[in-house]
């Protein structure tokens, strides 16, 4: 039943709800399952405060429904209600809804919890930083799985869009935080996440957690963090940004020799790495692909449409002088 509310509350397909919900059920959406689902999705106590969409909600009820009454089996009066209460309700236009994505770290310590963000509905809509993305996803599980990476340290993340890898990181336990992006709707969203996670910033200067905008174009020595480790999740997509995200990190990088880079990336187009590669070890970087040696433990639940097999993990240091 958790794998269902999970995939729910992260808004994924109407059809893997269907699915789970008939796994739930022993294979048929019983009244019980039905209630279930009313109970325990649609009226989610998350759900309601941080809602997703209204036309997410309504098609998973017509899907649900739908699948009921293939079973020769009537739906819940309930069900019926609920739909026909949102195809009366007047669409707001708004393209962002809320998300939220669970996790349960296996393990002794059995550390879980929730991530709730608001997100956009078209990865086109309201910067690119407002989507969450698959690279996200790994980074923040990869934080999740290695506390220890996280722990007492100083920490900078680069492009931190929506901040799903920024609030596992606070999480953590880092001397320091701090967490960047560029684009100014992505980065006021991501301050508004960061806060209804409960997460406080810049109170004084003396917060562990601080936001703050960072344009690599035009980013020099004095504007930028120490950190014992940085950490990214798809920044390299985009190979006019690359010089640019270089610069960065050999400022970096070079300001202090045990500092570490750590990138996650989904695997798209061979030139984009290979052009990351050639210009961070022409800055005097060294790259090199930690994708086998730093696997992270599978955290979120009920991501039935997430896929890590295509990711990858690099790990960026300083050249030895």
Known sequence: MEELVSAYRAMEAPSVIVSLARGFGGGCLSEQVQQVFMDRCVKDEICRIFPPSSSYIRNCLKQFILAVEAESSCALDSLYDEHAALLLRIEDGNSMAYKTFSYAVPGEDKRSGTVTLRLSLNMLEGGTGCFCWPAGVYLAELVLSYPWLIKGKRCLELGSGAGLVGVCLARQQPFELVLTDGDLS?????????????????????????????????????????????????????????P??????????????????????????????????????????????????????KCFQGLVSFDNSDMLLHKVVAKPV
Not at 189 to 199: A, D, K, T
Not at 205 to 227: F, G, H, I, M, N
Not at 272 to 294: H, K, N, P, W, Y
């Open 244 to 297: 640019h995200l270089v610069k960065v990190l050999a400022l970096l990088l070079q300001a202090d020799a045990g500092t570490e880079a750590i990138l996650a990336t989904v695997k798209r187009n061979p030139v984009t790495i290979s052009s990351f590669c050639d210009a961070a070890t022409q800055a005097g970087l060294e790259v090199s692909d930690v994708s086998r040696t730093m696997v992270p433990l």
């Open 186 to 242: 992505t980065f006021a969203n991501l301050r508004h996440n960061l806060e209804i996670n409960g997460i406080v910033l810049d109170t004084d200067e003396q917060e562990k957690v601080k936001c703050r905008r960072l344009e690599w174009e035009d980013a020099c020595s004095t504007e930028l963090y120490k950190a014992d480790i940085i950490l990214g999740a798809d920044i390299i997509y985009d190979t006019a940004c690359i």
